[in-house]
């Protein structure tokens, strides 16, 4: 499922995760879901978000929904939509973004979350922090595996 063209003519083409789930409402629609993980700035980006959306809906023709995870370390670059239009002919699609970048000052926050992805956030941001300085970096290695542990062993992980 997660390849959305088995002729793609130009470079990558798949979708980073595609997920089905039903509503909660007990009715039996089905919505995929296309989680987009962005790790560096991509000056089509916008335009891609827009090719794996129409691709996925000619090929499911399901409800659809694309969501977009910035992983970069650009504060400014926040894509969130594409959009085209020629002659009254307007075509646009939205997506909703969030920016890791945004947790670097509630960094204590993600540590202290029982979620296990609030964890991965912060390990990416601490990453991205201590990109120059390698015994910074392993220290902080260190202490997420070590709270990620007694997580696990305490059971606190959801």
């Not at 003519?9 to 789930?21: G, N, P, T």
């Not at 979620?115 to 970096?137: E, G, I, K, S, Y």
Request: proline fraction near 6%.
């Amino acid at each position: 499922m997660q390849k959305i063209s088995r002729c793609a003519r130009e470079k990558r083409r798949y979708a980073d995760k595609l997920i089905k789930v039903w509503q909660r409402d007990g009715q039996e629609t089905w919505v995929l879901v296309h989680v987009e993980i962005q790790a560096s700035y991509e000056k089509d980006f916008p335009e891609r978000m827009f090719v794996y959306y129409y691709r996925l809906f000619d090929r499911y023709r399901l409800p659809l929904v694309s969501l977009v995870v910035l992983a970069d370390d650009r504060p400014q670059w926040r894509p969130d939509h594409y959009g085209r239009e020629l002659w009254g002919c307007k075509l646009e699609l939205c997506f909703p973004v969030v920016k890791l970048l945004d947790f670097q000052e509630r960094l204590a926050e993600p540590e202290a979350d029982p979620n296990p992805f609030a964890l991965a956030t912060a390990a990416h941001l601490l990453a991205q922090a201590t990109r120059q300085n390698p015994q910074q970096r392993l220290a902080h290695k260190l202490a997420l595996t070590r709270r990620l542990y007694q997580r696990v062993h305490l059971g606190s992980v959801q």
